[in-house]
């Protein structure tokens, strides 16, 4: 149960309950709702990089999926494992990101990715070691982005943790992340 309510949507600025409205029926959304200040910014951040981003979707949900892991959030893994599922991942490959697990069925690239996940999330940063091997491969924007990726599920995993937020008890149907495009393009 999380630590505090929900935030009443009949509380909130109609422009705040009207995006909120929009979104798919996350509880991170929800109670993100709680700071006026921040939720719509943060959700912009989250629709920039699921849907307009330059990893492919299945380096970003490795990336996610990692970070949930790494970070004990259930419910960053929760709903990125049924996201994993719904882009088509193999479930094998779903199953190496718990840490500890056999790294074989990733490729060599996808290897150095999950150590500088690791890096950045267990040390703040990437050695130079990992950050190089990355480097070799990845484009620079694309690395920029990685690092937003890490951190914002890092961030994230703290909110969920610190506010008790617990998976939804029904999951939406889809990915949601079309359905985040569409309600901040709506009220931008």
Not at 49 to 58: A, I, K, P, V
Not at 69 to 81: A, G
Not at 171 to 180: H, K, L, S
């Amino acid at each position: 149960m999380a630590r505090i309510p929900y935030p009443d949507p009949a509380s909130m600025t109609p422009e705040n309950r009207d995006f909120l409205a929009d979104l798919p029926q996350l509880n991170i959304s929800r109670m993100l709702a709680g700071s006026p200040c921040m939720f719509r910014p943060l959700t912009r951040v989250f629709s920039a990089y699921l849907n307009d981003g330059l990893l492919t979707d299945e380096m970003r949900e490795i990336v996610i999926l990692r970070v949930g892991y790494l970070c004990d959030s259930e419910y960053e893994v929760s709903n990125h494992l049924r996201v994993a599922k719904l882009i088509g991942m193999d479930p094998a490959r779903i199953d190496a990101l718990v840490p500890g697990k056999s790294q074989a069925v990733f490729t060599a690239e996808e290897r150095e990715v999950l150590r500088f996940v690791d890096e950045v999330v267990r040390d703040g940063g990437a050695s130079q070691e990992a950050f190089d091997a990355v480097a070799r491969f990845m484009p620079s924007p694309e690395m920029i982005e990685l690092t937003v990726v890490i951190g914002v599920y890092t961030m994230v995993s703290q909110i969920c943790s610190t506010f008790g937020i617990e998976p939804e008890e029904v999951p939406i149907a889809n990915t949601g992340i079309e359905d985040i495009k569409r309600a901040v393009i709506k009220h931008s």
